[in-house]
């Protein structure tokens, strides 16, 4: 082969992305990867660690979590049980708190801001499917979650893919979040809807 061939070589394997890299960037790939398949067996085995121990296990629960998450499991307040893809591509700020139940499919980015409060069975997704029943036998696409800081999320809501909340917001229990809600608002409903601005009087 001569130089020029060497180089269109390494220009072609430069451009190739890993599954994992199409994951990320919210393009069609293939969940049966064995990177993927890999990193979701480690997360899994994480959360089951995690949901097996006991109250008094608090450094045990913190030192999974830290392991599990891209940041913030060194504050996370976290009551068991809990679940998600990957756990890598969920970015948590100060003392983010989850009641029992929660899930999040983070094949794509979730970032939460800080002191956010998620209800129980609250669940976040970011995996999605293509419409196209051929396509969806063997290829997934994901979009990112992104919540400012201060969120309430009440018990059972939904967020979707794509989907990013204000900072300051309410979320009313059994939302189903399919769209952008901004900051200071309280929202509810399936799909879920503005139904006020949050005001300096709102005490209770």
């Known amino acids: 082969m001569n130089g020029t061939g060497k180089t269109a070589c390494v220009q072609v394997s430069r451009i190739m992305k890993t599954e994992r890299e199409k994951m990320l960037a919210?393009?069609?790939?293939d969940a049966f990867d064995l990177e993927l398949v890999a990193a979701r067996e480690r997360a899994r085995d994480l959360c089951q660690d995690l949901n097996a121990t006991r109250e008094?296990?608090?450094?045990?629960?913190r030192g999974i979590l830290t392991k599990l998450f891209g940041s913030g499991g060194d504050s996370v307040w976290m009551q068991p049980p809990f679940y998600?893809?990957?756990?890598?591509?969920?970015?948590?700020g100060d003392r983010v708190y989850f009641n029992f139940n929660c899930v999040i499919l983070d094949v794509c980015?979730?970032?939460?801001?800080?002191?956010?409060?998620?209800?129980?069975a609250v669940q976040?997704?970011?995996?999605?499917?293509?419409?196209?029943?051929?396509?969806?036998?063997?290829?997934?696409?994901?979009?990112?979650?992104?919540?400012?800081?201060?969120?309430?999320?009440?018990?059972?809501?939904?967020?979707?893919?794509?989907?990013?909340?204000?900072?300051?917001t309410v979320i009313g229990a059994g939302s189903v979040v399919t769209k952008d809600i901004p900051d200071r608002v309280?929202?509810?409903?399936?799909?879920?809807?503005?139904?006020?601005?949050?005001?300096e009087e709102d005490h209770g």
Not at 148 to 162: E, F, L, R
Request: positive net charge.
């Open 109 to 120: 980015e979730v970032r939460i801001g800080a002191y956010c409060f998620f209800g129980p």
């Open 26 to 29: 919210g393009e069609l790939y």
């Open 84 to 92: 998600c893809d990957y756990g890598s591509n969920v970015y948590l």
């Open 56 to 61: 008094r296990e608090q450094d045990i629960r």
């Open 186 to 199: 309280v929202a509810v409903g399936n799909p879920c809807r503005v139904l006020r601005e949050i005001t």
């Open 124 to 168: 976040i997704y970011t995996a999605s499917h293509p419409m196209n029943s051929q396509l969806r036998r063997n290829q997934e696409f994901g979009k990112p979650v992104s919540i400012g800081s201060d969120v309430w999320v009440g018990g059972g809501a939904i967020i979707c893919p794509g989907v990013t909340i204000g900072s300051k």
